[in-house]
């Protein structure tokens, strides 16, 4: 019995020690981890998931929300720990105040695109659909996107600086690309301005990675497929489905942020709608004192793209809700005789032959899928100007 103790004793010690020395090893090397486990050690040992140290490029903004930083020089960002991209900005005029992903304006201008971050684009400049789309053209576009915005803050980009660039043009054309949380960002947007009263907060307060071991976290991710002790206010950003299909693509889906700010069975995104109807009535009547034309470039969720991976995992209601700001969006397009081209049946057309179209563990297009957008838009206005 004493001797069977002291084996016990001396395999406790050297699991002991094991242990030890992997979590020293995990912490050291955790800048440099790949994968899921790269993600749940860096959580733990610097509080943030990605590989290299990063500035965000924007900034709130009273009049939108968020804008981007003027005369940003190829700065990394991240969309996701797996996503990274180089951001530079120009400011269009001198205190303008905001910058753009865009070139400077030494050129006629055709057209100007707003949109949230689906028309800043989480991939290299280049990539971008809206870059894609001018050289397939050959138009001369500035791009006015802005990440975290919604339609309100649309119409006040087109009005402070798209109008200046098209006012010369006698037949401009106007790009709006909407996404289904533009609703919700109105929402947020009007809270931020104090026109609509706030909710009640269901944070916590709590910000703070709850697992104090890079080991144990490891040991959690490869249980469960995903580290879930991230802080509170990341956790509405992860995706807690995941699914193969296509050529070994794997898509991570579902997350909460996407359940609630796309359902429009929620009154704060109705209260949103409200502001964005307005908004989309404001910016026709600006198109058409501009003698030009205004078209709403319509992007669907990637769990509406894919829902025949999608609905299986997380149920044909859970992908309805996504499906609903889009569906509010077109009803908007039928009341309001807006002109709206919506990509769903062109990206679909694609991803049903198991091409990935969206990034894995973010919600944009990734370089495929904006190459898909940028054609289907090009063929869109040439077939609607015949």
Excluded at 54 to 79: C, E, K, M, V
Aim: some cysteine.
């Amino acid at each position: 019995m004493k001797k069977l103790a002291q084996i016990t004793g001396i395999i406790l010690i050297n699991l002991i020690i094991i242990a030890v020395l992997l979590e020293i090893l995990l912490r050291v090397f955790a800048p440099s981890l790949p994968g899921a486990v790269g993600v749940a050690v860096r959580w733990v040992t610097t509080g943030q998931p990605y590989q290299e140290e990063w500035t965000q490029a924007w900034q709130q903004n009273i009049d939108h929300y968020w804008s981007l930083h003027p005369d940003i020089d190829d700065a990394l960002q991240y969309g996701s720990p797996t996503v990274s991209f180089r951001m530079s900005t120009v400011e269009l005029w001198e205190n303008a105040g905001v910058g753009f992903r865009t070139d400077p304006v030494d050129y006629f201008v055709d057209a100007v695109v707003v949109g949230d971050s689906f028309g800043m684009c989480f991939t290299e400049r280049a990539d971008c659909w809206v870059d894609q789309l001018a050289t397939q053209t050959d138009l001369g576009i500035v791009n006015l996107s802005q990440p975290v915005t919604g339609t309100t803050s649309h119409l006040r980009i087109l009005r402070d600086f798209g109008v200046p660039l098209l006012e010369t043009n006698p037949e401009p054309l106007i790009i709006w690309q909407f996404f289904g949380n533009d609703f919700n960002d109105d929402y947020g947007l009007a809270v931020f301005r104090d026109e609509v009263e706030a909710p009640e907060s269901e944070d916590s307060g709590e910000n703070v990675v709850r697992q104090p071991s890079a080991l144990l976290a490891v040991a959690e991710t490869l249980i469960t497929g995903q580290f879930v002790g991230v802080p509170d206010s990341e956790a509405l950003f992860v995706k807690p489905y995941r699914a193969t299909y296509g050529d070994n693509n794997v898509l991570q889906f579902g997350g909460q942020y996407e359940q609630t700010a796309l359902d429009m069975s929620r009154e704060i995104n109705q209260i949103g709608y409200a502001y964005s109807r307005e908004a989309f009535i404001s910016a026709q009547d600006i198109a058409d004192n501009l003698n030009g034309n205004l078209v709403i470039v319509i992007i669907p969720t990637r769990e509406e793209v894919y829902r025949d991976v999608t609905t299986p995992v997380m149920g044909e209601e859970a992908v309805n809700r996504l499906q609903s700001a889009r569906d509010a969006m077109l009803d908007l397009c039928a009341e309001l005789s807006l002109t709206c081209y919506d990509a769903y049946d062109d990206l679909v057309a694609v991803a049903d032959t198991g091409e990935a179209l969206y990034f894995s563990d973010d919600m944009h297009l990734n370089p495929r899928g904006n190459a898909i957008l940028a054609q289907a838009v090009a063929d869109y206005l040439v077939n609607s100007s015949e």
